[in-house]
């Protein structure tokens, strides 16, 4: 596999297990919220994220990660395969608080700046994302036929893997 698409909601992982692949693989990975966001938090333009999106599509493989945005489709088609990441609500919500407090205190990196809204903004993300699972998982597989569901286990051994 050269091209992989690594979905699902805040806090599940998907960073965590892009990364793991991407040292693995050799491959790079890219975060799409950094293709819609510039390292300013400005929101791009739509034309910004088209061209940044398709040079990243034109590449040999690549890893991305991202919530599942149909802005991103494009992502689906060429997937080799398409892991959806799916967690408990009660673990993801954990994940964003335990993530925040990790941020605030200097511990773990972040892309935004770890505020109090930041953290009701991804504690809200995480909740819409999850009512969503279902539209999420089949969205992905009109657009692949190779969708595969993860639970915690499955991407606690890929990360694991050697």
């Given amino acids: 596999m050269k091209k992989i698409y690594i979905i699902g909601p805040v806090g599940s992982g998907k960073s965590t297990l892009a990364k793991a ?18 390292e300013n938090e400005r929101k791009r333009t739509d034309e910004e994220v088209k061209e940044i999106f398709d040079g990243i599509m034109s590449q040999d493989s690549w ?26 609500p009660s673990l993801i919500y954990k994940r964003c608080i335990m993530r925040w407090i990790k941020q605030k205190l200097g511990k773990e990196e972040y892309n ?12 809200g993300w995480a ?21 595969v569901i993860l639970n915690l286990e499955d991407v606690n051994r890929m990360i694991k893997e050697k």
């Fill in 21 to 38: 692949l991407s040292k693995k693989m050799n491959i790079k990975y890219y975060e799409l919220d950094m293709v819609i966001w510039d």
């Fill in 127 to 147: 909740r819409s994302n999850t009512k969503k699972r279902d539209l999420r998982i089949a969205s992905a597989k009109e657009l692949n036929s190779n969708v």
């Fill in 112 to 123: 935004y700046k770890p505020t109090l809204k930041g953290l009701k903004d991804m504690l």
């Fill in 63 to 88: 890893i991305i990660e991202d919530v599942g945005r149909k802005t991103f489709s494009e992502g689906f088609k060429q997937a080799d395969v398409v892991y959806y990441i799916d967690l408990k």
